[in-house]
């Protein structure tokens, strides 16, 4: 199960669907509330990036860097903290002694090992590498004559960097088996590319790579180049076979942002067009993991208003598919507001040739800056996420927070007091794609309810909080899940019930 807020209605018989949006937010109380911005928006930092920010993730634990030097006098990246899936931040002890401006920051991750979370970040044309962990200083990947990057890292504890060379034009990439402090293994891509963006590696630690084709350009602008793609598979660790060279994104339009995602076999290649006043998204999509892509997909495409600066990340639950956030501009004069300037979310599961439509997430609105800061995704398992972005508080500018599951469609019937632990039988069952579960709890405790496969596998977390005493009912939104019997389980101060549920699509 993902997208708790949506309803999604899938017309079996061809590829079209409606969509009622319904957004929630539970208060301290839990009653049920209206709230048309998504969620209430949780503080990360009070001062404003100079640079980039970039959301990584390892084991419970959220990490959010920040390019900014106001926060303390010796720091240029300050990391904030979360063991609460973004409830509270903490500003960590470690962080960059180095005062500039970043070109760009990514987390990268790299099996399951306890320290195996990094960040990269490029200043100056220099590419370095920080252990966030373990805090050994930080050390340069490689100095100086690189316009940009992009790293991920393999289930198996291998990181792959793709690098932009300024003089040559090349794309050379590098491996590392050691967690990134040595790079034997190295090819090149292309003597005619730039700006490298890759997927992140997950199903069968395969990626796609897209970067400009720099023999395609029109004119002197170098981001009206076709985007190309290529995909990349790990043979053995730290060692990638490539396949589907091929120009993908060919609108003679600058494309000043594109960024791939895959899953499942699914990829979407996402990426802007045009100039300022008419900044609209699209996507291309292949569905034989970058064999073949479609023509351009309306991503969103939206007159008076300019759709940039985008994030993207995957889920796997379920059907699996893609969760997209970006910031809408009305190009009005004056401040932003929430009614003017919005960021915006929407996800396409891997079996919709579309997206759903926008929801908007912000409280604090958004504006552009040449700092640079656009927001991050950090997917949180089993089937919630979270975004950081930079929003606008009066005068100031501060670093915010929110997540999916803020908004549960969760609601306590006040008017009924509970007298026992029980769990219900949800209605309708069986169900497409939406049904009821009731449930009732004597005493205030922490309460989970969680959703299973035949195999005993969790393919949803629905609760994960402190509820009060009461009687409630949640709305179970199953779209992305397929055809099937599954179990739900309610467990609090000792309770524990389950029951059997039914979708048939």
Not at 349 to 366: G, M, N, R
Request: net charge neutral.
């Amino acid at each position: 199960m993902k997208k708790l807020i949506l309803f999604l209605l899938i017309i079996l018989s061809g590829v079209s669907f409606s969509q009622n949006i319904v957004e929630k937010a539970i208060l301290s109380n839990n009653n049920l509330q209206e709230n048309p911005t998504w969620g209430n928006d949780i503080l990360v930092s009070s001062f404003e990036p100079i640079g980039p920010i970039a959301g990584g993730k390892l084991g419970n634990t959220l990490y959010i860097a920040i390019n900014d030097t106001l926060a303390t006098s010796n720091l240029g990246i300050i990391l904030f903290k979360s063991t609460n899936n973004g409830n509270n931040w903490t500003l960590s002890l470690n962080g960059i002694a180095l005062r500039g401006k970043m070109d760009r920051m990514v987390f990268a991750n790299c099996g399951p090992g306890p320290d195996s979370i990094y960040l990269f970040f490029q200043y100056q044309n220099t590419i370095y590498r920080w252990n966030v962990i373990n805090n050994i200083g930080f050390q340069i990947f490689t100095t100086g004559g690189f316009r940009s990057f992009d790293i991920t890292g393999s289930s198996t504890g291998a990181l792959y960097i793709f690098l932009d060379a300024i003089s040559s034009n090349q794309i050379p990439r590098y491996a590392s088996t050691d967690g990134g402090y040595t790079w034997p293994i190295t090819a090149v891509v292309t003597s005619s590319g730039a700006i490298p963006r890759v997927s992140k590696m997950v199903t069968g630690d395969t990626l796609i790579l897209s970067y400009y084709n720099i023999t395609t350009i029109v004119g002197s602008d170098t981001a009206t180049a076709y985007i190309r793609t290529a995909r990349y598979s790990q043979t053995s660790n730290g060692t990638l076979a490539s396949a589907y060279f091929q120009d993908v994104a060919t609108e003679g339009l600058p494309k000043h942002e594109f960024k791939p995602a895959m899953t499942k076999g699914v990829v979407w290649l996402i990426y802007t067009t045009g100039t300022t006043g008419n900044i609209n998204i699209y996507g291309r999509r292949s569905i034989n993991a970058g064999q073949n892509f479609s023509s351009a997909i309306n991503v969103a495409v939206n007159p008076n208003v300019d759709e940039y600066w985008f994030s993207i990340d995957v889920y796997q639950v379920g059907v699996g598919g893609f969760d997209l956030v970006y910031y809408s501009d009305s190009l009005q004069s004056g401040p932003s507001t929430n009614n003017t300037d919005k960021l915006l979310y929407c996800f396409s599961p891997t079996t919709l040739p579309e997206f759903s439509l926008p929801v908007q997430i912000s409280q604090y609105p958004p504006g552009w800056s040449a700092a640079d800061y656009k927001p991050s995704i950090i997917e949180i398992p089993s089937n919630d996420f979270g975004v950081t972005w930079v929003g606008a508080d009066g005068v100031s500018k501060r670093v915010y927070w929110d997540r999916l599951l803020y908004t549960t469609r969760i609601k306590n019937e006040n008017s009924v007091t509970a007298e026992k632990f029980s769990l219900e039988q949800n209605y309708p069952n069986p169900f497409n794609p939406t049904t009821t579960i009731k449930f009732e709890i004597p005493e205030n405790g922490f309460v989970t309810l969680k959703v299973y496969n035949v195999l005993g596998e969790e393919v949803a977390t629905l609760i994960s909080e402190n509820l009060n005493y009461g009687i409630y009912t949640y709305d179970f939104d199953a779209s992305n899940l397929s055809s099937g019997i599954y179990f739900y389980t309610l467990e609090t101060k000792g309770f524990k019930d389950t029951k059997k549920m039914v979708i048939i699509k």
